[in-house]
């Protein structure tokens, strides 16, 4: 089955500064990558999304990137803020099965 | 953020309990899905259901027992749980099974004892 490892487990970075989480997946079959955030006591919320069509998108602040040949993606936040410190979650979907990374805990220090 | 809702959102249950969760979603979708939520691993996909019939259980112990009577309601029966089942239970849903943006619910935050 699909095998999804993110990096890194923690990460802190000081408002403005860039904060670039990555994924990487086993079964290449998997064609559609979302990413979640999840405050603390929150349910996960779909923040952006790419599919094996596309190299990378972007939405605003947030951008994904996807390299099918290597199976990584990763997601990029820049000026990053108080409110982006959350949990994110990378994940794999092939068909209906959505396999998650382990997660990231992101601090955005003032 | 009311499209999935889950209850309770607190449980605490002895190992000899039988109990239920509760999901439901208000956004016309199709499928619905459970998942656990353990400190330090990733979500664990245990079930899925489309149009109210299972296509996917994922090697969950039969302590476990999904229910889903209609495309809007999901139910998860718990009975003689481990203590080591305690998580947080999130219920999903998405259009079809397929179309994969899932909406997921606030969770369920077992406790067995």
């Known amino acids: 089955g699909e095998n999804v490892e993110q990096h890194p487990s923690t990460l802190s970075v000081q408002e403005g500064d860039s904060a670039v989480i990555k994924c990487t997946y086993s079964d290449s079959a998997s064609n559609y990558f979302p990413w979640y955030k999840q405050e603390l006591g929150k349910r996960p919320q779909l923040i952006i999304d790419i599919r094996s069509n596309v190299g990378e998108k972007k939405d605003q602040r947030i951008a994904v990137t996807l390299n099918k040949t290597a199976k990584h993606f990763s997601l990029h936040i820049t000026e990053t803020q108080p409110e982006d410190s959350a949990v994110y979650f990378c994940?794999?979907?092939?068909?209906?099965?959505?396999?998650f990374g382990t997660g990231t805990r992101l601090q955005v220090t003032l | 953020e009311t499209g999935v809702t889950q209850t309770p959102r607190h449980l605490v249950m002895g190992m000899t309990n039988k109990k239920s969760l509760k999901c439901e979603q208000h956004l016309g979708h199709n499928a619905m899905y459970w998942y656990k939520q353990s400190a330090k691993k990733p979500l664990e996909l245990m079930f899925v259901?489309?149009?109210?019939?299972?296509?996917e259980n994922n090697s969950v112990p039969s302590r476990f027992s999904p229910e889903c009577p209609n495309s809007s309601h999901l139910f998860l029966h718990l009975h003689t749980l481990q203590p080591e089942d305690s998580a947080l239970y999130l219920c999903?849903?998405?259009?079809?099974?397929?179309?994969?943006?899932?909406?997921f619910g606030p969770g369920t935050r077992l406790t067995v004892l």
């Open positions: 999903a849903s998405s259009q079809d099974v397929g179309k994969e943006t899932q909406y």
């Open positions: 994940a794999a979907s092939k068909l209906s099965k959505l396999t």
């Open positions: 259901y489309s149009l109210e019939e299972r296509v």
